[in-house]
């Protein structure tokens, strides 16, 4: 085989297998039904820090884990967002070990200013994001205590405004 004819060959094979792929995928999202929203809804409800209801729930439905609640008007909210917000950090900890997508609000809850800073250079305008329920990253940081006091700092030091934590 000339290096033409491999060239040709590794195309169509490529190609071959990329469509095969492709195809699989698309037959299997179609087939597969949404996640139940009740489900979802008691899933993120639970995250705010009934552990045990999120532990039963995973590992009745695993794919809930990223799963987010539309609480309406723009307010998403996963599991981990919500146990972020409410600052329970040995919840958030179990969906990040289980795999959870993490995020700035969650590295500010636990207090990581090297992520945060970093962050910040790279987006500034992420200072005013709002997470689930239009709270700050500064509140995430308060929700910390004092392992995040530094980053909670840092956040008025950059002109982030005191928040009023709501009581949950």
Do not use: C
Not at 49 to 78: C, I, M, Q, R, Y
Request: proline residues 4%; without cysteine; glycine residues 8%.
């Amino acid at each position: 085989m000339n290096r033409s004819q491999f060239l040709k060959t590794s195309m169509a094979t490529t190609g071959f297998f990329t469509l095969s792929s492709y195809l699989a995928f698309a037959n299997q999202s179609q087939d597969d039904p949404q996640l139940d929203k009740k489900i979802v809804r008691e899933f993120v409800g639970a995250g705010h820090g009934k552990f045990e209801k999120v532990k039963e729930l995973l590992e009745e439905h695993p794919t809930l884990l990223n799963a987010a609640h539309d609480w309406k008007f723009g307010d998403f909210e996963t599991a981990l967002g919500a146990a972020s917000h409410v600052g329970h950090k040995e919840l958030a900890q179990y969906l990040i070990d289980k795999g959870a997508q993490a995020n700035i609000f969650t590295a500010a809850l636990f207090g990581r200013i090297d992520i945060i800073k970093p962050m910040l250079d790279l987006f500034p305008s992420a200072l005013r994001a709002k997470g689930p329920h239009g709270l700050t990253l500064l509140h995430h940081a308060q929700r910390g205590g004092e392992e995040a006091k530094e980053v909670s700092e840092y956040l008025v030091s950059l002109g982030a405004k005191e928040t009023k934590i709501p009581l949950y």
